[in-house]
């Protein structure tokens, strides 16, 4: 009877034994069916490398339309600026975003505007310059310095620089040395009279010189200012053909010319238009804007 006692306690045992090995077992299958993908594992020790699999750069649909948050991975908001706008028309969201401001300044070019002053066009450019706080070079008729004095007064005033471009447009190659002389020092005077000085600046009409006549204007303290770039304004080009000539063409110390009276048909709408957007996108391109003395001449 002991003997048989004892064996049920050892089957007892035994029994126990085989049922605590099977709850563990069971315990280990559920544990191993709730622990994380082995492939998320993977994912961490490989972000943790330097190595991001592509399924982790990617956001996941999170069942929400208006959620654009990759799961797990909150998303800063779009910058919008207070006032309203969007940053399509608001420069300093667009550099939050991402997008490039105008570049620093480490280059120079020269605007200027032939034929004026007038009453229509030469006020609009000068308007446009002061919204920009940019300096031109206007190189003026004698004829139209007379009819318009306070015009002239104004682009002096308001710090821009003044260029004799004779007294009536005349080309010069097909006039006599007295008479060069004549177109030359009647704009002098006409200017002198009401800025309080004469401009030792001189731009021939259609660019039209010779040999010569350079050497006239120059031994006469002259200094002959042509240009770089053409945007044929006068012509009635148009605006925004102007503006990409202008970006293609220009170069460090560049001269533009254009004009602030004159034009296809006396119609210089296409320069108002397109002023401004040049100097947007020079000034996109690292330009300074600077009057013809100052080229050449680095500010600190």
């Known amino acids: 009877m002991?003997?048989?006692?004892?064996?049920?306690?050892?089957?007892?045992?035994?029994?126990?034994?085989l049922l605590s090995a099977t709850t563990i077992l069971m315990f280990g299958i559920h544990a191993a069916e709730t622990r994380p993908p082995l492939s998320s594992?993977?994912?961490?020790?490989?972000?943790?490398?330097?190595?991001?699999?592509?399924q982790a750069t990617h956001a996941k649909y999170t069942g929400n339309p208006n959620s654009s948050q990759e799961a797990g991975t909150p998303t800063a908001p779009a910058v919008q600026p207070s006032d309203g706008r969007t940053a399509g028309n608001h420069p300093e969201a667009a550099v939050q975003q991402g997008k490039p401001g105008p570049a620093k300044a480490t280059k120079q070019v020269a605007l200027t505007f032939d034929d004026g002053p007038d009453t229509k066009y030469t006020p609009q450019v000068l308007d446009i310059l002061k919204q920009y706080e940019?300096?031109?070079?206007?190189?003026?008729?004698?004829r139209q310095v007379v009819k318009h004095p306070d015009v002239l007064k104004r682009i002096h005033e308001e710090?821009?620089?003044?260029?004799n471009h004779s007294w009536d447009h005349a080309n010069l190659t097909k006039l006599s040395s007295n008479q060069i002389q004549k177109e030359i020092t009647s704009t002098d005077e006409a200017i002198e009279k009401i800025i309080g000085a004469s401009t030792p600046l001189v731009r021939a009409p259609y660019g039209a010189v010779t040999a010569s006549i350079k050497r006239n204007l120059t031994s006469a303290g002259h200094q002959l200012v042509e240009w770089t770039v053409d945007t044929k304004d006068w012509s009635g080009t148009a605006s925004a053909d102007m503006v990409e000539l202008v970006r293609k063409r220009t170069k460090d110390g560049g001269i533009i010319l254009m004009h602030s009276f004159g034009g296809?048909?006396?119609?210089?709408?296409?320069?108002?238009e397109a002023l401004p957007l040049m100097i947007e996108a020079l000034k996109q391109d690292g330009y300074a804007f600077v009057t013809v003395p100052e080229l050449g001449v680095k500010k600190e």
């Open 2 to 17: 002991a003997i048989r006692i004892l064996s049920d306690r050892k089957l007892v045992v035994l029994g126990a034994s």
């Open 41 to 54: 594992v993977q994912h961490d020790n490989a972000s943790v490398s330097g190595v991001v699999p592509e």
């Open 134 to 142: 940019a300096k031109a070079t206007f190189f003026v008729v004698g």
């Open 159 to 163: 710090g821009h620089s003044i260029g």
């Open 264 to 272: 296809k048909n006396g119609n210089l709408d296409n320069t108002v």
